[in-house]
């Protein structure tokens, strides 16, 4: 069965799109720690990083620098935090988010959040991207 993120990035389910190339893509995620957390996403669905082509993590990594870059442009941030988890969903996926301390990279912060916020948030780091 596909894993949800291949369902969002094959158009079956809704998501936020912030970037997309023929190797993946960063969607705003529904439960963020810190507004603007997004994870960026092989097309490829991959269960663990580990398992990954060289290549294809190395090009993940450089987007999610780049979506680091813009978020620290639209949305001011001490520092930029990357994390690799797994757990929740079966599918590689680095998570990019602002943070001002160490409790912004604890997933027990994750809420909800309204698909507005997102889609507004998702236009403004697009926007800073270019």
């Known amino acids: 069965m596909a894993s949800i993120f291949s369902r969002i990035i094959d158009g079956e389910l809704p998501g936020h799109f912030v970037w997309e190339d023929e190797h993946c893509?960063?969607?705003?995620?529904?439960?963020?720690?810190?507004?603007?957390?997004?994870?960026?996403?092989?097309?490829?669905?991959?269960?663990?990083?580990?398992?990954?082509?060289?290549?294809?993590?190395?090009?993940?990594?450089?987007?999610?620098?780049?979506?680091?870059?813009?978020?620290?442009?639209?949305?001011?941030s001490l520092r930029s935090g990357l994390m690799l988890s797994g757990l929740d969903v079966p599918h590689v996926h680095i998570h990019v988010l602002p943070i001002d301390s160490p409790d912004d990279m604890n997933f027990a912060n994750a809420r909800d959040a309204d698909a507005e916020s997102l889609a507004d948030c998702a236009q403004r780091i697009k926007a800073a991207l270019t």
């Open 25 to 76: 893509v960063a969607i705003m995620t529904i439960q963020p720690i810190r507004e603007g957390h997004v994870l960026v996403i092989p097309r490829e669905e991959v269960a663990e990083w580990t398992e990954l082509a060289a290549e294809l993590m190395s090009h993940m990594m450089q987007v999610a620098q780049r979506l680091a870059r813009a978020q620290k442009a639209c949305l001011p």
